[in-house]
């Protein structure tokens, strides 16, 4: 288990340094850093000077290192933009994203598997057919479409739910939450349907599935030829052997719910780090865009490895067979 | 005489497809005495599994019996309530099935699995269950059964899973067992003390055994009695000795490996020649015609039904349907 742990923080490293090569080469070679951070009135000269300055002279490998030790330090330079430090600005925005993520991935994880396991139980049924239709259009259109629709029914028409924003936020340290205050919470209301509603409908769809594969295993049969009660082997032997890949599929999931959020946080004008994103990409803002990228890796990188230590908390399998069984 | 302890009447299990329906289990008739071994033989395909869901209430959809009754102790289990089945599983028939790696769930923990089932059926406490399940799974000879029981399932080799697989079943002391094959997926070389396990520990506790098999070995050192089926019906039943000894129906003859004793001429039948039909493609009359060596007319068109051809014998065969009931008649 800890030759396997140490195995996978090996891989994420890598996969990080990768992440850091794209975002170093972007950061470095998309548009010229020193005409984005100075006037145009500035002399070449002056120019000159300032390039030596950062380092922007020395060999490309040595301005690589630097960048990925500024970035382990959690520096990623000044905001063309802002004229803030990126880094800054990020930790600003992202108690926003977060909490907008962790909304959605809850409502996406609950009402997901509660429909999956419903609509494999009642399989057939009236409601299962309803739920699986609804489901498709879930999937099909896109995020914008739905989040305007939300807009549309229950901030418009009923006046029920604000429409964009945070709602008054509560300081808690450094974090700035809205999920203290009442219009805070209504307004996490839409956004989070809206960026749930994807996940939801993947992850009921994958319950389903592997739940009705369960429900034909061998050991489901001997558990009711053993004369179990329904709901034990509904929810107790078939749904734990079902939520083994599902929660893969959900880890990631919440990797993508941040980086999807983009869109989300654009139609509902979310103070997150992916409207930072999108308005930095506007005014190619690129030390901006270069940390998001390496944060969004990151994100990735640490549910992955969550995932994995999860596993070995569900499957008995992988605990005892150590490294040699959980590849 | 005793009551049966499982009676089964008429049973007929249907498959309703898109080409017709298919009977896999066609009027089968039998009883098992309480504490009685009961070995179930026939080719893949003969209706031995169904069978045994049948009696447990676990055909699955579109399957369903079509007719039969089946009484467990004078009272009818076929078609009552899924609540009233429950109390019937695992309480009063078990069920041994033939993969010991798939039985078991494998993210429980053995003790988990029979606490569960003992305490689903007995209004007894954790503790004793515990106690229960750990005397249990020595009894079926898991050694170091104390430790041992906190284990998963995949920590067990597969002999040692089967028997877990017993003590299961006979957790909540059953009086009937039904085990589909118990031994075929296991090595060569566990197979004889399973089923000496098994054996031992329903005798113990006066449970009966239905054993499905298509080992006619096991069954000879087993069983009490033995029932043949062959394309969904029963077409020979009877103690185990006199059924080795002296098959009546042409398809037990041939099972039995035997030299055949109805004919004149002492012809070694190894093996039977052809296959079992497929249900969809029955034929008319006897459903073993085709294969039968000593067919004849009145075989093609008409379906024998069981006839008793001696105390406790019943052959679904027509040379025993006349009065000289010697078979040489058409031999
Ligand atoms: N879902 C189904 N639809 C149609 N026919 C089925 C279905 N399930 C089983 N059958 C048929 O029912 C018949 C009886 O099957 P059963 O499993 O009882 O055989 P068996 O005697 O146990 O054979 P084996 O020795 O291979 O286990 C088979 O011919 C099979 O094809
Ligand atoms: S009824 Fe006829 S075909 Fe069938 S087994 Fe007897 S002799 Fe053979
Ligand atoms: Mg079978």
């Known amino acids: 288990m800890l030759a396997l742990i140490i195995r996978r923080l090996a891989q994420s490293v890598l996969v990080m340094l990768f992440v850091a090569l794209i975002a170093f080469v972007m950061f470095r070679y998309v548009g010229d850093p020193i005409a984005s951070m100075v006037g145009v009135e500035t002399r070449i000269a002056e120019q000159e000077i300032m390039r030596d300055r950062l380092g922007l002279n020395d060999p490309v490998f040595m301005q690589f290192l630097r960048f990925i030790g500024n970035a382990v330090q959690g520096q990623f330079g000044i905001s063309y933009r802002l004229q803030q430090p990126v880094s800054e600005l990020i930790m600003s925005r992202l108690p926003a994203t977060i909490e907008l993520a962790f909304a959605s991935a809850t409502i996406a994880l609950i009402g997901g598997v509660a429909l999956g396991v419903f609509t494999a139980l009642r399989q057939g049924s009236f409601a299962t057919g309803a739920i699986m239709a609804a489901s498709l259009v879930g999937v099909s259109l896109p995020t914008f479409l739905i989040g305007i629709a939300l807009i549309y029914i229950f901030a418009v028409e009923l006046g029920w739910l604000p429409s964009f924003g945070r709602g008054q936020v509560v300081e808690l340290g450094w974090w700035r939450t809205g999920l203290l205050t009442e219009s805070g919470l209504r307004s996490i209301i839409l956004p989070a349907i809206?960026?749930?509603?994807?996940?939801?409908?993947?992850?009921?769809?994958?319950?389903?599935?592997?739940m009705l594969e369960v429900m034909r295993t061998e050991y489901i049969r001997?558990?009711?030829a053993r004369g179990l009660s329904d709901k034990a082997i509904n929810f107790g032997h078939a749904l734990r052997n079902t939520l083994v890949p599902v929660i893969t599929i959900t880890g990631l999931q919440l990797g993508s719910v941040i980086a999807f959020a983009i869109v989300t946080e654009t139609v509902f004008q979310w103070p997150g780090v992916g409207s930072l994103f999108i308005t930095s990409v506007q005014v190619v803002d690129v030390p901006v865009m270069a940390a998001y990228l390496m944060f969004i890796a990151f994100v990735f990188v640490v549910i992955n490895l969550i995932v994995?230590?999860?596993?070995?908390?569900?499957?008995?399998?992988?605990?005892?067979?150590?490294?040699a069984a959980g590849k | 005489m005793t009551e049966p302890l499982l009676s089964v009447r008429g049973l007929t299990v249907e498959f309703p497809t898109r080409r017709g329906v298919l009977t896999a289990v066609n009027n089968v008739s039998f009883d098992i005495m309480p504490g009685e071994v009961l070995g179930v033989v026939g080719e893949s395909g003969a209706g031995k599994s169904m069978t045994g869901s049948a009696i447990i209430g676990l055909i699955e959809r579109p399957g369903r019996i079509a007719a039969g009754e089946i009484r467990l102790q004078g009272e009818r289990i076929d078609g009552i309530s899924p609540s009233a089945m429950r109390t019937v599983r695992g309480r009063r028939i078990g069920m041994i099935f033939q993969d010991p790696l798939t039985s078991l769930n494998p993210l429980y923990r053995i003790s988990d699995q029979i606490v569960e089932t003992i305490r689903t059926h007995l209004p007894i406490s954790l503790a004793e269950a515990r106690r229960r399940a750990i005397g249990l799974l020595d009894d079926v000879g898991i050694p170091d059964a104390e430790r041992r029981i906190d284990d998963y399932p995949h920590q067990f080799s597969g002999g040692m899973r089967q028997r877990v697989v017993i003590a299961l079943a006979l957790c909540a002391e059953p009086d009937l067992v039904i085990a589909d094959e118990p031994t075929t997926a296991?090595?060569?070389?566990?197979?004889a003390q399973i089923i000496d396990v098994m054996k031992r520990i329903c005798a113990d506790r006066g449970a009966a055994i239905m054993l499905i098999t298509h080992d006619m070995g096991v069954i000879a050192e087993t069983a009490n009695r033995v029932a043949v089926l062959y394309a969904g019906r029963v077409v020979e039943i009877g103690p185990v000795r006199d059924v080795i000894k002296d098959a009546r129906h042409p398809y037990s003859v041939g099972l039995m490996g035997a030299i055949p004793k109805l004919g004149g001429d002492a012809e070694r039948l190894t093996q039977i020649p052809g296959s079992m039909p497929r249900l969809s493609a029955i034929p008319q009359g006897c459903a073993f015609n085709p294969r039968c060596e000593?067919?004849?007319?009145?075989?093609?068109?008409?379906?024998?039904?069981?006839?008793a051809v001696a105390p406790q014998r019943e052959v679904a065969c027509w040379l025993y349907d006349e009065p000289r009931s010697d078979g040489r008649a058409h031999a």
């Open chain 1, 308 to 323: 994995d230590i999860l596993y070995f908390a569900v499957d008995p399998r992988l605990r005892v067979d150590g490294g």
């Open chain 1, 194 to 210: 809206t960026l749930s509603l994807f996940q939801l409908t993947l992850i009921m769809r994958l319950v389903r599935a592997e």
């Open chain 2, 186 to 191: 296991l090595d060569v070389s566990v197979q």
């Open chain 1, 222 to 224: 001997f558990a009711r």
């Open chain 2, 294 to 307: 000593r067919v004849f007319d009145r075989c093609r068109v008409e379906r024998p039904e069981p006839i």
